[in-house]
């Protein structure tokens, strides 16, 4: 059984949704949903939230940016998973497109290349159509868009 929720002044309260924020990038849902998990509710996570934003550890800006770059340096997502994820996270239209801007239109059709080929290394079937579907049908599902998959591919000589 879960131990009752622990309640916490406002000042409590401020103190660990900044810790919170300051350890890495935050957006307001995830921040919203700490505080409800913390027992903070209503007006008072408004406030909490409020003095975040104000004293800059909360930015939805900041923090599209931080989840592109890193999703697309890290797990080499495509645009097209990393938007997704933002607007399950309720991230601005405005705010996403700035997180995508920090993917460099080089980079990512390297990235794209890179896991194409190394698709195709892996992949043990035989038929080259196959292989060739088996690697778009993945780049897909990582989220690059399908125009880009079929330059690379063509470029590739697949």
């Not at 460099?104 to 992949?123: G, P, R, W």
């Not at 038929?127 to 579907?133: A, E, N, R, T, V």
Request: glycine share 6%; net charge positive; hydrophobic share 35%.
């Amino acid at each position: 059984m879960q131990a009752p929720k622990k309640y916490h002044t406002q000042n409590e309260a401020i103190l660990k949704a900044a810790n919170y924020c300051a350890y890495q990038e935050r957006c307001h849902n995830e921040v919203h949903a700490k505080l409800q998990e913390w027992g903070i509710y209503g007006e008072e996570a408004s406030q909490v939230i409020l003095f975040l934003i104000e004293n800059n550890y909360l930015n939805e800006e900041r923090f599209a940016q931080a989840f592109a770059g890193g999703k697309f340096r890290v797990k080499k997502w495509g645009r097209t998973k990393i938007k997704r994820e933002l607007k399950l996270r309720q991230i601005s239209d405005y705010c996403i497109n700035l997180g995508l801007k920090e993917i460099d239109a080089d980079d990512y059709v390297n990235t794209l290349k890179e896991i194409i080929e190394k698709q195709f290394e892996k992949s043990k079937l035989t038929h080259p159509i196959l292989k060739k579907q088996k690697a778009f049908q993945y780049a897909m599902q990582r989220g690059y868009e399908s125009d880009i998959i079929q330059d690379v591919l063509k470029n590739l000589g697949y």
